[in-house]
């Protein structure tokens, strides 16, 4: 499977994990100039904008998914988060967070597991 699919497939079961956290999605792929981010969604709980990154694995031969976000990578979603609030016209909270959500799939490709890590 390639990376792109990979990826594509970790997002999927991060939206429905959140879907039933009574989250709501209101953008995937968000893209700017400094980078991309995977979900934004609006976590009703806590009345926050959650900006997601999702790391997708299938084994943990170069680490697990929560430690393949670098400083440099976050950098980038905050600056992302940043365009998007400045942007945007949507009506949404003024809090917000960067959350990360890892996706462990096992060697076929089922999902093992999920870890998700508010506010990293």
């Given at each position: ?43 009703y709980s ?64 089922k999902f ?9």
């Open positions: 499977m390639k990376t792109i699919e990979l990826g594509k497939l970790g997002e999927s079961q991060a939206q429905n994990y959140l879907n039933s956290q009574n989250y709501q999605i209101i953008e995937t792929n968000f893209r700017s100039k400094f980078g991309e981010i995977d979900i934004i969604a609006i976590d806590t009345n926050e904008l959650a900006f997601v990154e999702v790391k997708t694995r299938t084994s943990e031969t170069f680490g697990s998914p929560a430690e393949s976000l670098t400083r440099t990578k976050r950098n980038r979603i905050i600056k992302t988060a940043l365009i998007f609030l400045n942007t945007t016209t949507r009506n949404i909270p003024r809090r917000w967070r960067i959350d990360l959500i890892g996706i462990q799939l096992n060697s076929e490709y093992q597991d999920l870890i998700y890590l508010k506010n990293i």
